[in-house]
């Protein structure tokens, strides 16, 4: 929690890697406003969200800077918006 009691991140682990199931981020950072900076999806540790991207980036407004896809921990793609 930040001075005013907002979050700054949020995660999830499960045998002490991150990791989330049933399509949910694994890992949530946040802008000092409280929206999103990042959310990331993890299994077992590794970076990984199948149809779909598994970090997405975001600006001070909400605006999605960068979408990026991984598979067990492998980039696939990146998108710069």
Do not use: Q
Not at 43 to 65: F, K, M
Request: proline content about 1%; hydrophobic content about 35%.
């Amino acid at each position: 929690y930040d001075r005013d009691g907002g979050f700054i991140s949020k995660h999830w682990y499960k045998n002490r890697v991150l990791h989330r199931a049933r399509g949910k981020p694994a890992l949530i950072l946040f802008h000092s406003n409280g929206l999103k900076k990042t959310e990331e999806w993890y299994l077992n540790g590794n970076l990984h969200r199948v149809n779909s991207y598994a970090r997405i980036l975001y600006d001070e407004l909400g605006n999605i800077l960068m979408l990026s896809k991984y598979i067990h921990g492998k980039l696939h793609n990146k998108n710069w918006h």
